[in-house]
């Protein structure tokens, strides 16, 4: 899909530069290497506005606009409502975090599904750009377990010893595979839905036509 290359070679480059900054240790603000490496400055999760947006307004100018910005925006927040609830289950419940990711997995392309009715231009391209942002990750983290290399991408989850009692794949799979294929394709398609139709209302109200 022509429209997700350039987002794509960007959000590479960005996950190669993360990789190199945890790898020589520069500021952990901007690259922070700790498990889950959240709050770092360098990191393609922030991507996914950015690109939710761009996604947005390239096909709202093709004329594949959603057919309803108020439905469009509706069911992703409904998808995102329904994970939290999920979260907070799972909290309850003091479920393992191998449950938890299971549970999460299952529940990541039920709430994909929800979501895609909503606006499916969008949710077509943005779980095709999920994938080219995210299948990169996944490698750079096997090849980081079997290194035993330090950074966020090999770390285990805080409170997760049977994770560290697992094989190098499996501990992959669970960290790595699992949540980069599922959780992080909900994430990605789901909030760049929500930017994605927020945008289109703007647009919708500002043209001419809907004067």
Not at 58 to 82: D, M, N, Q, W, Y
Not at 126 to 136: H, K, T
């Amino acid at each position: 899909m022509p429209m997700i290359l350039v987002p794509a070679v960007i959000t590479l480059a960005v996950t190669l530069l993360r990789l190199v900054g945890e790898l020589e240790k520069w500021s952990p603000s901007l690259f922070n290497p700790s498990a889950g490496g959240g709050g770092a400055l360098v990191g393609i999760s922030w991507l996914i506005p950015v690109f939710g947006i761009y996604f947005a307004l390239k096909l709202v100018r093709r004329g594949e606009g959603p057919a309803s910005t108020g439905r469009a925006l509706g069911l992703p927040f409904l998808a995102l409502v329904i994970i939290f609830a999920v979260a907070f289950g799972g909290s309850a419940l003091k479920l393992t975090l191998v449950a938890q990711l299971g549970i999460f997995a299952v529940m990541s392309w039920v709430c994909i599904a929800i979501a895609f009715p909503g606006w499916p231009a969008l949710a077509r391209t943005l779980i095709a750009y999920a994938f080219a942002a995210r299948i990169p990750v996944a490698i750079v983290m096997l090849v980081a377990i079997l290194g035993n290399w330090g950074t966020h991408y090999d770390v285990s989850p805080p409170n997760a010893p049977q994770v560290d009692a697992m094989a190098p794949l499996v501990k992959w799979f669970w960290i790595g595979l699992l949540p980069q294929m599922t959780i992080w394709i909900y994430t990605t398609v789901v909030g760049g839905m929500i930017c994605g139709a927020i945008t289109a209302a703007i647009a919708r109200k500002r043209s001419p036509a809907a004067a």
